[in-house]
Nanobody, 122 residues
Framework: QVQLVESGGGLVQAGGSLRLSCAAS????????MGWFRQAPGKEREYVAV????????VYANSVKGRFTISRDNAKKTLYLQMNGLKPEDTAVYYC???????????????WGQGTQVTVSS
């Protein structure tokens, strides 16, 4: 059983930056692929970025490619999402998730954090 806790969300102006963190406990972090997902009000949950177990492979949604960077520190059991060039359409609750495969399909992930709110003002 893995517990995930996100932090780092907040209110930022368009063009600004935020760094989200996801701290894992209760399991072997390095055995899990990890992903960041987000959900805006009235919209379905969508994938943002995923990373494999070692951190050597990453995939990004087209909407964030070139602006966001996913990374992980297996020694610290922590997943990160560096978000630069934020846009109002990035406003959402951001969730981290752990699973067996680094896939964009959120149904493939076994464990989820509680989410952290990111709000980008124009």
């Amino acid at each position: 059983q893995v517990q995930l806790v996100e932090s780092g969300g907040g209110l930022v102006q368009a063009g600004g930056s935020l760094r989200l963190s996801c701290a894992a406990s209760g399991g072997t972090f390095s055995l899990y692929a990890m992903g960041w997902f987000r959900q805006a009000p009235g919209k379905e949950r969508e994938y943002v970025a995923v990373i494999n177990r070692s951190g050597g492979s990453t995939v990004y949604a087209n909407s964030v490619k070139g602006r966001f960077t996913i990374s992980r520190d297996n020694a610290k059991k922590t997943l990160y999402l560096q978000m630069n060039g934020l846009k109002p359409e990035d406003t959402a609750v951001y969730y981290c998730a752990a699973g067996q495969l680094a896939t964009s399909r959120y149904s493939s992930y076994d464990y989820w954090g509680q989410g952290t709110q990111v709000t980008v003002s124009s």
